[in-house]
């Protein structure tokens, strides 16, 4: 039997293989968000077993088993690592046409070099051979980085962190540029006023600032954009449950400070008011760097409060939100274009009916003033992070905005494996233009073609974030 992940795989026609193996395949990979952790990288981890690689950390997997009715035990619970890995053995054959049986299998052929399906009867062989592989300091974090081409990778850190192992990584030999990223959701989150009383105080004591009235915390948050900023942090991102707008108050924000501080509680449109100011203040922030921020929109989280209870926030029981978001979204990016400092923005939701609206929103905002393509309709994210999410996102991009401007894919994931899935987008979007170009959609254009894939794959992202490069850029 041939191998199910094979040289042109997800590759329907000649053109398609021909754009993906001449111009996509060898390309170097930016990851410009992920949430890989600096410190694991610094001290190059490695995993004693495949369902350590696979399975200690992903949400993706743990929604799966128990979609197969495998119990907690067996997941996040105290079985061993091989009885784990045996119910994902046992689980994957029911996940036909699930974007985890193509990231899993492409994972195992790329790092593993194994062609095995992933089913109960080959259980024994995969988790021997990956252990044996894994073992090996080819198998290492730096050194799965580099073989997979990793030429800048950007994490996601919390806007008080220390930044300690970015500072290490810098002035390390290693070759992959690591750079933090400004994640700035508790310094906006304002409803959980215990929470922010434990973000004022840290906030306080690292920028050594007493923070009594909003212009203090102003410069708070000013002093660590300028912190990461020292640090070579070139993005921000900040995840929106709810996208909320309001025309404030000097004085409505002084007087959230304070009862906060005094544990009031804060009325709906004193948050309102707050939460605008600050994305006002962390915006302009951003745009005195030169950062690109990102923005994610539209999570549900933690929807199951019997398994919140049971094992705490981020196991997988968030969902797709479905408010509108047009009109405060429109109002927020307005707010910081009216005086030109809206940053370089990226703009993503999770509910795939916001890409039309999206991508006309970021037509309105476009500007010469940095990059073109200044304001980007992110990449099919978290549950659109799939064959025909990715297609959908492409097809609704190139609809509305400049498609060969995009700056493409990133992997958004907790596990150096999932690094594949920027080769999953390239076939995908490679596929695409292919079959564009067979039905005569496209011209069928070689400098063109050539030029449009890696844009999107490379170089669009290099020259957008201004990242160095190995590359010469002509």
Known sequence: MSSYIHHDFLLSGETAKRLYHRYAAALPIIDYHNHLDAKEIDENRHYDNIAQAWLSCDHYLWRALRSNGVDEHFITGNASDYQKFQKWCETMPYLIGNPLYHWCHLELKKYFGLDLLINPENCDAIW??????????????????????????????????DLTYHRKLAASAFSVQVLPTFRADGLIEIENHRQFQKTLTTLSAVTNMDVIDFA?????????????????????????KVVEFAHYQP???????AKVRDGEELEREEIAQFKTAVFE?????????????QIHIGVLTNVNRRRLDELGGGTGFSVISDNAIAENLSGLLSLLDQGRQLPQTILYSLNPKDNPVLGSIIGAFQDSDTHPGKIQLGSAWWFNDHKAGMERQLQDLANLGALGRFVGMLTDSRSILSLSRHDYFRRILCNLLG???DDGQLPNDEPLLKQSVENICYYNAKQFFNFHSSLDLG
């Not at 203040?281 to 921020?293: E, F």
Request: glycine content about 4%; overall charge negative; hydrophobic content about 35%.
């Open 128 to 161: 021997q051979h990956c252990n044996q592989k894994l073992s090996q300091d080819s198998h290492q974090f730096q050194s799965l980085l580099e073989s997979s081409q990793v030429e800048t990778l950007c994490t996601t850190d919390d806007p008080l962190s």
């Open 216 to 240: 203090d915390y102003s410069r708070a948050i000013n002093a660590r954009v300028d912190y990461f900023a020292h640090h070579g942090c070139k993005l921000s991102d900040l995840g929106l």
């Open 251 to 257: 004085e409505v924000l002084d007087r959230v400070i």
């Open 281 to 293: 203040v962390l915006g302009k922030a951003y745009h005195k760097h030169g950062w690109s921020m």
């Open 435 to 437: 079959q564009w170009v």
